[in-house]
């Protein structure tokens, strides 16, 4: 073996590593891919995952699914909300607090995924500071069942479209809840807008009870968000949110909300962000903290 030969052998064993890691951080074309036929039993390889897509920080809903056979938590830490009512000779103050609220993902096809929402812990303190009286009410909240149903650009495309039915089960304590099954449908868009910025739209019909308990009515909800970039894994959005009751006497519910999401690998994300009402109905102030993981 010759001088030359021994040296080629070296360099070529020196660069397989580096050969071996630009393979691996290589991205997969997904359009190009079929997974149609990856189940619940038959998971999505890792090398086929879509990038993580959450319905969480913001109140608009992502169009996206999770992969199959594959499961996704996405929980506030904690969250906060205050609210103080002083319209028509009134003064009531209420405070809430909800701890580990979580949803539950399960992808059971390439465009399907089960969700399962709990209201693991809240705490509400209302206060009527005109009759003196104060009431406080904790425990578990209501289950809620979603079907997440994306009907393009999952894996793919600048745009993407979903719906979700969802059914409210009343399993709350201590009167947290109205005591009532509701429900509705979600139909979350998503685009992507040029110098990286990503718009999600959604659109929303619910059934709930009447607050007196006499009947339902239809409520009727909207928002638009924009996100972006900041700085390497570090990301923004900023996020308008309305909600119209059907119920008479009812009033416009409406906030303004901003939040930041860290993503610290790609698999497992943090979030920050805060709701501020632009309405008299809405909560004053909403802060939350937040992870999602996908696994």
Known sequence: ??????????????????????????KVDLSKIDKSHYTLFSPTPGM??????????????????????HFQIEAD?????HDRDRSDGADTRVDAWAVAPVNLKLGLNNRID???VIETYNHITTEDRIAGTKLRQSGFGDITSRLKVNFWGNDGGSTALAAMPFVKFPTSQDQIGNSSVEGGIIFPLAVEL????????????????D????GHHAEFINSITFSHDIVGNLGGYAEFFSAVSAERGSRWVGTADVGLTYGLTDNIQ????VNIGVTRSADDINPFIGLSWRF
């Open 211 to 214: 607050e007196d308990g006499s």
């Open 1 to 26: 073996m010759t001088k030359k030969t021994v040296i080629a052998i070296a360099c070529a064993t020196l660069s397989l590593p580096v050969l071996a890691a630009e393979k691996a951080t290589e």
């Open 194 to 209: 040029p110098a990286g910025w990503g718009m999600g739209l959604m659109t929303e019909f619910d059934v709930n009870r």
């Open 77 to 81: 830490l904690v969250t906060y909300s």
């Open 114 to 116: 089960l969700q399962t």
């Open 270 to 273: 943090l979030d920050v962000g």
């Open 48 to 69: 086929y995952l879509r990038e993580m897509s959450t319905d969480r920080p913001d109140k608009t809903e992502s169009a996206y699914t999770i992969d199959a056979g």
